[in-house]
């Protein structure tokens, strides 16, 4: 064979890669198209090509590359990237829930238990981890204050410069009054505190999970985190608005800007998603029905390029909490009465508008845009505060709207359709157990029954 031919023969091709001897067996590596060379070990030169192969295969596929060298963070990024896309493309993932396990996993789990090998994870890896997030200030936490305190660094110098600038072209430079006597005070920054032991519970489903997926794909052969027990959680109790307390803050609720969103959502039982992406084709005033049929959520957008702070949006959503959430509700006539007026008001506020965002939704700002949750947070305890009751969440009012149909004599099975959870049980276990009333009516039934039992017949005398 020409001495050319032999050459050609034993050049090897782009991205093939290498394979050598290497203790009692064999040893390849091979570039992959984002710049990773993976090595690959096996008894036989042959099996150590297939496995060359295969990444290979699997790199122009789009599917996840796992050696036994990989760490917990290089398969945690290949697993939010690659298998949970796909899922929700299948549809048996919500997008929602893609986002908040990829925003979770780089803030909380990949900066500890990234650097491990994840064939070398340990119980003790995952019990120190998860330890650490109960009693340590968050790390995540830490992270976003600097890159706060950074960017407002950055703005006054910023300031500071373009003042410089103006005072050497001979501008005039505006100066904040201070007042010598007093200077500024010190505002001491709040503390940060661990994570609570209901977010760490969720930390270790997401990692729980995504180790269960590397055990499907036959690249552990157990899952650690199955093996350790995660801190227990106190559920809070319900919230629920007294009749007093109701009776309050409907009579400020129904003289607010948005009336008719703290109404539909008492009356309704919504969730605050559910209410704030209601538009008014689902709504039929004449009839006095409305369809429950998406959500609004934030969902996460691009970096400030110059904070560096991550952006959020606000996008409508039709994958609701769970199957049985979409449903056509009858409206209350009292309702129906203020979403009409409301409808009014807006029809004349988008008229005398110069822009007007978005017409078909029920509930904007005044510009005709989504409401922001955390603006109806705020504007929500305005209306407790003048209403003079303790604080409550948004959420309390779907609590309240189960609470006082129950106390009213309403069937549970009624307030569960109105509710729309998948079981009975749900309803009964969130619900009922704040209804101190009803307990001690059952209790008072009770007494009467045994008075009774109690009371000799009128054959006993005989």
Known sequence: MPAGDKSRKGRRGNNEGSIYR???GWAGQVSLPDGRRPIFYGPTREQVREKMSDALRAAQDGTPVITTQVTVGEYLEQ??????????????????????????????????????KLRDLSTA????????????PSAAGLAARKAREDARAAKERQKAEEAAKRAADGQPVRRRKTSASKPAPTVEPKPINPLSARSVR?????????????????????????????????KAPARSLSDEEARKVVAVALVDRLAALWLVILALGLRKGEALALRWDVVDLDAGTVAIVRKQRRRRADVDPETGVQRWELVEDEELKTAGSKARLALPTMVVTVL?????????????????????LVFTTATGSRIDPR????WWDKVCERAEIPHTRVHDLRHTAASLLFSAGVDLNEIRALLRHTRL???ADIYVDILDEVRRSTARSMDDILTRLHRPSATDGR
């Open 425 to 427: 049980a749900t309803t």
């Open 125 to 136: 890896h995952v019990r120190k981890w998860m330890t650490a997030k109960l009693t340590e």
């Open 375 to 378: 603006n109806v947070n705020r």
């Open 202 to 234: 969720y930390l270790h489903a997401i990692l729980r999970t995504a180790l269960a997926d590397a055990m499907r794909e036959e690249l552990l052969s157990r899952n650690v985190a199955e093996l350790v027990q995660p801190p227990k959680s106190s």
């Open 340 to 360: 009409r007026e409301h409808r009014r008001r807006q029809d004349k506020a988008r008229a005398e508008a110069y822009e007007w965002a978005d017409p078909g």
């Open 22 to 24: 290497y203790r009692n």
């Open 79 to 116: 697993w939010v990237t690659v298998v949970l896309p796909a899922r929700v493309v299948a549809g048996t993932l919500a997008e929602s829930t893609m986002e908040s396990y990829a925003l979770l996993a780089r803030l909380h789990i990949v900066p500890v238990l990234g650097r491990h």
